[in-house]
Structure formats: structure tokens, C-alpha cells
């Protein structure tokens, strides 16, 4: 039972560059959602998704784009890198947008240089 | 806005003995969800516990206890017979569905 599967798990880019980082969930589960995590800023959100087709922003939205065509699958993508991006990024599932337990993925360390 | 605050950054506890986690939020909701979560260096993100805000009673998980004053808006972790695999840094959560939000988190630290 792979649960939320992160890729890569680390990740170098120069500025400008453009990447995915894929997210993929094996439980049927309706709800996700991705995360960046700062050194001394906790995790906070920056987009989710309560369904396939159906994306909203979270607190931190800026310089991100999702979107949701299957429900496994719930891709984040940087259009062009900036340093501030630099961060740890985790994507969570959870069976729908009131279950109250979410699962996470083990994150992927990204170095914007 | 809701808000997540964990006042102490760093805690340590001897081995075998209690620790507590503070926890305080602010919401204007009435219908939410706490959470505790640790996450160890292998950055993995694992639930310790849960507990809903219309339950009066606080939620118990093995070693793991909470105490929720949803009038103070106060949720903190009690770790009894603290293990040397408790230490991790320790993330406060709210969510009220669509959202999470986290806490600055507690670095804990246990001594042999």
C-alpha cells in the first residue's frame, strides 16, 4: 500500500527554470493539497483540490499552478524558479475535504540557485 | 484569521518522564479540528493525535494525551514515558476541512 508518493525527493533548479513535482495517491481519496515547509514558518498551504477538475488557492499561492485531472494524480507546477521557493514541499491526501485525518508524503527538498 | 501558535520552540525531557507541548489558536469557527503531528528527521509528517472540537473529552493515544480548553482556545500535547523514538519536532494543526494550518512546531529532544 504506496499511500502518497512524492517525486523526486530532492531537487536542484536554476532561476527561471520551469519543473513539476508530481504527487500521486493510491487511496481513492478526494481531497488534496499542497504544502511548503519554512525553516521556523511551520507548513502552509498552497493550493488544494477537493475533487478531479476542482482546484483552489491556500495561503501561499504565488508563482504555483495546479491542476487535477484524475484523482490519483495532483501535479504542482513552477513556471519559473525563483530562490524564494527554495523549501521543503509536501502534497497530502485525505478522503475528502471534512475527513479528518490527512496523509502525507515523505516531501521533496527543492534548492533554487 | 485562524492562527496556530506553539510558543516553545525547543523542549527537552528526560527519558521515562512527562513532558507537555503548548498549543494556542485562534478561530472564530465553532466546528474544527485539532491535530498533533511529528514529524522525525526523516521528514516524514505522522499523526500522533486528533481531536474534535464538539468533543468535550479529551483524546487519548497510548502515551500520547491532550488538553483541550476550547474556551481558552488552548491544545497541548502530553507525552507520558517519554521514549528516546519521541524525539522529533512536533507541529500543532487546525483545520476546519479545506484548509490546515500549522504551528511553528517544538523541537523536542530526549535524553538517555
Known amino acids: 500500500n504506496a499511500g502518497v508518493t512524492q517525486t523526486p525527493k530532492f531537487q536542484v533548479l536554476k532561476t527561471g527554470q520551469s519543473m513539476t513535482l508530481q504527487c500521486a495517491q493510491d487511496?481513492?481519496?478526494?481531497?488534496m493539497s499542497w504544502y511548503r515547509q519554512d525553516p521556523g514558518m511551520g507548513l502552509r498551504l498552497i493550493h488544494y483540490?477537493?475533487?478531479?477538475?476542482?482546484?483552489d488557492q491556500g495561503e501561499v499561492p504565488n508563482g504555483y499552478n495546479v491542476s487535477r485531472s484524475t484523482t490519483e494524480d495532483f501535479p504542482l507546477r513552477l513556471l519559473s524558479a525563483a530562490p524564494s521557493q527554495t523549501s521543503v514541499y509536501f502534497c497530502?491526501?485525505?478522503?475528502?475535504?471534512?475527513?479528518?485525518?490527512?496523509?502525507f508524503g515523505q516531501g521533496t527538498r527543492l534548492t533554487v540557485v | 484569521a485562524q492562527t496556530v501558535t506553539q510558543s516553545q520552540p525547543e523542549m527537552s525531557v528526560q527519558e521515562a518522564e512527562t513532558v507537555t507541548l503548548s498549543c494556542t489558536y485562534d478561530?472564530?469557527?465553532?466546528?474544527?479540528?485539532l491535530f498533533w503531528y511529528k514529524q522525525p528527521p526523516s521528514r516524514q509528517m505522522i499523526l500522533v493525535i486528533r481531536?474534535?472540537?464538539?468533543?468535550?473529552q479529551n483524546a487519548t493515544e497510548n502515551r500520547f494525551s491532550v488538553n483541550f480548553q476550547k474556551a481558552a482556545k488552548s491544545f497541548s500535547l502530553k507525552i507520558s514515558d517519554s521514549q528516546l523514538g519521541d524525539a522529533a519536532m512536533y507541529f500543532c494543526?487546525?483545520?476546519?476541512?479545506?484548509?490546515?494550518?500549522f504551528g511553528t512546531g517544538t523541537s523536542l529532544t530526549v535524553i538517555p
Open positions: 478561530t472564530s469557527e465553532s466546528d474544527y479540528y
Open positions: 497530502a491526501s485525505k478522503p475528502g475535504a471534512f475527513s479528518t485525518e490527512a496523509f
Open positions: 481531536q474534535e472540537a464538539y468533543k468535550q
Open positions: 487511496m481513492n481519496h478526494e481531497y
Open positions: 483540490s477537493v475533487g478531479a477538475g476542482i482546484t
Open positions: 494543526a487546525y483545520s476546519t476541512g479545506n484548509q490546515f494550518y
